[in-house]
C-alpha cells in the first residue's frame, strides 16, 4: 500500500458527520485547544492536519468567521438600541390551538457599554483610554525641588 497506513484523521474525522462535528465545535466559539480536546489530539496535530487537509482547515475557518459575523452583528444592534414583537399565545376556546391574543411592540434602548466597547475597538486612536501626551522643553528638577523647599519653610 502506496502511502503507508492512513491517518487517523481520515479514518474518523474526513467524512461528512466528521467535518460537521468539527464545523460545529467551532461556530459554537469553541477555541482550537477545545477543539483538540474533543477529537482527542493535540494541538500541534490539530495544526498540521489544517496544513495538510484544505477540508479541515476550511471547517473551522469558514465556521468561526460565520460565529464571529452573528456576535459583531449581535453587538452592533446591542449598541443601537432595536425593536421587537412581544406576543401573548392563548388556547383557542373551540379548537383548542393556541392563538396569538395580544402584540406588543417593544424597545430596547441603545446600550452605551456597547456603544463604547464597539469604538475602542473599531476606532482605538479616537476612543483609547490611554492618551498620549507629548511634552516640548525642558523640567529643571532641582530648580523645582528648591522651589517646593522655599514654600514649605514658609
Not at 461528512?16 to 464545523?23: C, F, K, N, S, V
Amino acid at each position: 500500500m502506496a502511502g503507508g497506513r492512513p491517518s487517523e484523521f481520515n479514518k474518523i474525522w474526513n467524512n461528512e458527520d466528521g467535518l460537521l462535528r468539527i464545523a460545529g465545535w467551532a461556530r459554537d466559539g469553541l477555541t482550537n485547544e477545545q477543539i483538540a480536546e474533543n477529537m482527542g489530539i493535540g494541538l500541534s496535530t490539530l495544526y498540521e492536519w489544517q496544513k495538510r487537509y484544505p477540508e479541515f482547515s476550511d471547517a473551522l475557518k469558514t465556521s468561526k468567521e460565520v460565529v464571529d459575523l452573528h456576535v459583531e452583528n449581535a453587538l452592533l444592534k446591542r449598541a443601537l438600541g432595536y425593536e421587537y414583537v412581544e406576543c401573548t399565545y392563548e388556547p383557542d376556546k373551540e379548537t383548542g390551538e393556541m392563538r396569538i391574543t395580544k402584540r406588543i411592540t417593544k424597545q430596547v434602548v441603545p446600550d452605551t457599554t456597547a456603544q463604547i466597547f464597539w469604538l475602542k475597538n473599531r476606532k482605538p486612536e479616537d476612543w483609547r483610554d490611554k492618551q498620549q501626551i507629548e511634552h516640548s522643553g525642558e523640567v529643571n528638577i532641582a530648580q523645582t525641588l528648591k522651589a517646593a523647599q522655599e514654600r514649605a519653610k514658609t
